[in-house]
Structure formats: C-alpha cells, structure tokens
C-alpha cells in the first residue's frame, strides 16, 4: 500500500511547490513597489532639491564674480568660469538620474529573478509530484501483477 504514501507525497510536492510560489510572487511584487518608490523619491524630492541646491550654488558664485568687480559678460574669465560650473552642474545631474535609473532597473531585475524561482518552485512541485504518481501507478500495478500470479489478493 505504498501508492498511498506516493500519492500522499505527490499531493504535498504541488501544494508545497504552489506555496514556494506564491511566497517568491510576493517578493518579487515588494521588489517592484520598492523600485517604484524609489523612482518617485526621487523624481519628486531627491532630484528637485539637487537642482535647487546647484542653483543656489551657482546663484553665489554669480554673485561673488560680480563682487570682484569683473564684467561677467562672454570671452571674460567669470563668464567661463560660469559656463563650466554649469557644465559640471548638468553633468552631475545627468549623473544622477543615471545612477537613480541603475538602481531601479536592478531592484525590477532582481524581482523578475524572484519570480522567476517562484516558477521553478511550482515546476520543482510539480515534477516530484508526476514521479510520485508514477511510483504509485507502478506499485499499483505490481501489486495487481503479483496477486494475479498467486490468485489472491497481495498488499505490499
């Protein structure tokens, strides 16, 4: 009568491999709302105070180039001193939404992978489930083979 416990074995691999499932679903849905927070701190907080911040940056500088008593008109020093300062501002922002974007990309990433071995979960349930009703079908069988050879009835 072990095609029982086969069968009871195969029941508890699908139910177990359906929970491992739903489990790595979960995580991999956290996965995802986390790396949309993210982008949304980032967009609507990190990034415009960045820009504020280099603005004001910039704002003092302007206004310590004018204290010096230079022009600050184009060919001058200040105005290219100002033209780089500039170039570098908008580097470092074009740095940072680089940045913002790895970072979400990877976190979206590592969620499809967790999903992924969610379905390697339930495939792993599944196939120990279809050897367990396989162990069964021929315990079944051998057992229908050997009570046809004695003419009775043998349980193993």
Known sequence: MSFIGNIAAAQSAKALGKYNQSVAY?????????????????????KPRFLDQQEQEY?????SALRTGAEFREGT???LVGLKNKQNQMFDVALSDYNNKVT??????????????????RLKGDLTARAEYMK??????????????RG?????
Do not use: C, H
């Not at 021929?138 to 050879?149: E, I, P, R, T, W």
């Not at 009775?152 to 193993?156: A, E, G, K, P, R």
């Open 26 to 46: 979960q995580e991999a849905a956290y996965e995802r709302k986390k790396a949309a927070i993210r982008e949304k701190i980032y967009n609507t907080i990190e």
């Open 59 to 63: 704002g003092n500088f302007f206004v």
């Open 77 to 79: 020093t200040p105005f």
């Open 104 to 121: 979400v990309n990877d976190m979206i990433n590592q969620s499809l992978l967790i999903r992924a071995r969610g379905e390697g979960e």
């Open 136 to 149: 069964a079908g021929a315990s079944l069988l051998s057992m229908g083979y050997q009570s046809n050879q």
């Open 152 to 156: 009775s009835l043998v349980i193993t």
